[in-house]
Nanobody, 125 residues
């Protein structure tokens, strides 16, 4: 599976961005999908995830109520709508895919076998 993330950029605090992850090589409908982010000098951290059929979604506490993860299995894409952005959201955002990720591992990087190249998001204060 090849994942291509896009949509990053520079935005003022309080603004919005929509990230998109396009997949090729394998249908996304068989994969759990997630977004992670990595700020300078910090470890990569979980942001949001969605199950194969989109029926369940999961969010990290810092983004709950502000970010929304959606997927379109017909288009083989997973999006992350980011609203009310804060300077602390500044990071490189990565999309990731995994097969049947168990719930206890949903926030773990090692549970996802495929990774995109990342797209940079900068939120200015």
């Amino acid at each position: 599976v090849q994942l291509q993330a896009s949509g990053g950029g520079l935005v003022q605090a309080g603004g919005s961005l929509r990230l998109s992850c396009a997949a090729s090589g394998r249908t996304l409908s068989r994969l759990d999908m997630a977004w992670f982010r990595q700020a300078p000098g910090k470890e990569r951290e979980f942001v949001a995830a969605t199950r194969k059929n989109g029926g369940h979604t999961y969010y990290a506490d810092p983004v709950k109520g502000r970010f929304i993860i959606t997927r379109d299995n017909a288009k083989n894409t997973v999006d992350l709508q980011m609203n009310s952005l804060k300077p602390e959201d500044t990071a490189v955002y990565y999309c990731a895919a995994g097969s049947s990720v168990i719930l206890s591992n949903i926030q773990s990087t090692y549970a996802y076998h495929y990774w995109g190249q990342g797209t940079r998001v900068t939120v200015s204060s």
